[in-house]
């Protein structure tokens, strides 16, 4: 398998390669030249797979052999082995019609986990192995850092650097990423919002110059590496939901999204044969997706602070992806769609384009107040606290639910990350040990201005420490 860019100026890549690259050099983003589809006959076979052999099944079609096999395996178990849950993704049912996939069992309570457990793993081997200098640098609205530096911290061979909006992210997710104290992690407090970091962060790597030099790398799901991650869990759901019950009815997944990554991989999976019905875009009050299904408009809009940061999100990087198989995989029209979005600050789609767009996703932006009264809701009705990502979700489920379908809702956090939410409720939980814990230890992080020279000081004073 070959990877190339959505923008097609990039000569074809191997699997490592591709993931080392992160952002595609020419701007666009990296994806599979084909995509392998899987026979229903094959499909029914992955039931009985574990959820590591599941990931390595689904890896195959893609790594081209570049890992062997034995090392492969060995760094999807230790990825895994760290998750509090022997099912790595456990499903829970709600009712006859709702499932909650829970993808927070990792070390930091988020989905992120889930591909940057394996992605810190992935990069600490071919740090070993090709003697390569690892610098990741990436912008996080808040759980990717978490989960990256998490992933990597303390790793030998690699440093960290994560851009957070300054104030911007929950108390919790603020201290799981600055009180972590090992030398190879430098946390950015950026004074602005996630568009800006995740701005700098996307000028920085398209100076060729400069990634090259400091040896630069991605852990954001630009990086194609995290977008294949997340496909497993789509196959396991499907797979491990009770379906002698459920034989004729459809199955939706309703997802959390910001960065369109998470939905991406469902898509993904969709095409890769995945029976999956509709795929449901559950968004907040930034709701630049939700627009964009329903009247064929994407524009970023203003910025809003909602209860569910991780979803502040108005450029949603991997809306890219899409539009490449939207257009039948024509890198020259994603080029010129790309540049009208530049030069007009929005893509128009009208007519039997927006239907088209209409038949690949349902969407819903939930209010803060449908937030917090879906958490009150669940919690009321079925005893089940809802995080208020995952309450956005459940809110998109049920305005899309129709008859003779199931929906998995993936459930992206873990509520003690988002106790504001939760105290407006007033709702009282009680915090895991690892959060708890938390709270006691000091913070390491610089706060600056969100300026993209301030940040590259910084960047240069922090690789030429050893
Ligand atoms: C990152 C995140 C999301 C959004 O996922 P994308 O892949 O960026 O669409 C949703 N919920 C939580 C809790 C997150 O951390």
């Known amino acids: 398998m070959k990877y190339i860019s959505t923008r097609g100026q990039v000569e074809p890549k191997g699997f490592i390669d591709t993931v080392l690259m992160g952002l595609?050099?020419?701007?666009?983003?990296m994806v599979p030249e084909h995509i392998p589809v899987i026979a229903p006959e094959t499909l029914n076979e992955w039931k009985s797979l574990s959820y590591v052999d599941l990931f390595l099944t689904i890896f195959s079609y893609y790594t081209n052999d570049e890992i062997p096999a034995d090392d492969l395996r060995d760094l999807a178990t230790r990825s895994y082995a760290n998750f509090r849950h022997p099912e790595v993704t456990p499903i829970t049912k709600i009712d006859?019609?709702?499932?909650?996939?829970?993808?927070?069992?990792?070390?930091?309570?988020?989905?992120?986990?889930?591909?940057l457990q394996f992605m810190g793993e992935f990069y600490s081997y071919v740090s070993k192995k090709q003697n390569e200098i690892i610098h990741i640098l990436g912008a996080t609205s808040g759980d990717t850092g978490a989960a990256a530096i998490q992933g990597?911290?303390?790793k030998e061979g690699i440093k960290i650097c994560i851009l957070h909006p300054h104030e911007k992210v929950s108390r919790v997710q603020e201290l799981q990423m600055t009180t972590v104290d090992d030398q190879n992690v430098l946390n950015l407090s950026v004074k602005g919002n996630f568009d800006d970091c995740q701005k700098i962060i996307k000028e920085l790597f398209g100076d060729l110059a400069f990634k090259k030099e400091y040896h630069l790398r991605a852990i954001n799901s630009i990086n194609f590496l995290r977008i294949l991650a997340q496909t497993v869990y789509y196959f396991y759901a499907y797979l491990h939901i009770d379906q002698g019950q459920h034989q004729l009815k459809?199955?939706?997944?309703?997802?959390p999204s910001g960065n369109f990554g998470n939905i991406f991989s469902g898509f993904l999976a969709?095409?890769?044969?995945l029976p999956i019905n509709k795929l449901i875009i559950a968004t907040n009050e930034n709701n630049i997706l939700e627009r964009f299904v329903q009247t064929g408009e994407y524009k970023p809009g203003d910025f809003r602070s909602t209860?569910?940061?991780?979803m502040d999100i108005q450029v949603a990087s991997n809306f890219e992806r899409y539009l490449y198989y939207f257009v039948g995989e024509d890198a020259a029209k994603v080029s010129e769609y790309m540049n009208i979005l530049k030069s007009e600050g929005q893509i128009v789609m009208t007519g039997d384009d927006l239907a088209k767009v209409?038949?690949?996703f349902a969407a819903y932006g939930a209010s803060n107040q449908e937030c917090l009264d879906m958490i009150l809701k669940y919690k009321g009705d079925h005893d089940y606290l809802l995080d208020p990502h995952t309450a956005c979700g459940i809110t998109a489920y049920e305005k899309y639910q129709g008859d003779d379908e199931i929906c998995i809702t993936l459930a992206t956090a873990h509520p003690a990350k988002f106790d504001e939410a939760i105290i407006l409720c007033e709702i009282e939980q009680e915090f895991p040990e690892e959060i708890k814990e938390l709270f006691a230890k000091p913070q390491y992080q610089e706060v600056v201005e969100h300026d993209t020279a301030e940040i590259v000081r910084q960047l240069e004073s922090f690789y030429a420490l050893d």
Not at 250 to 255: L, W
Not at 270 to 273: A, D, L, V, W
Not at 307 to 310: I, K, L, N, V
Request: proline residues 4%; without cysteine.
């Open 152 to 154: 990597v911290r303390g």
């Open 24 to 29: 595609a050099d020419d701007g666009g983003l």
């Open 358 to 360: 209409q038949s690949d």
């Open 307 to 310: 209860y569910s940061p991780s």
């Open 250 to 255: 459809k199955i939706n997944f309703s997802v």
């Open 96 to 115: 006859d019609s709702l499932y909650i996939m829970e993808l927070f069992h990792g070390p930091t309570f988020a989905f992120k986990d889930v591909a």
């Open 270 to 273: 969709q095409k890769m044969g």
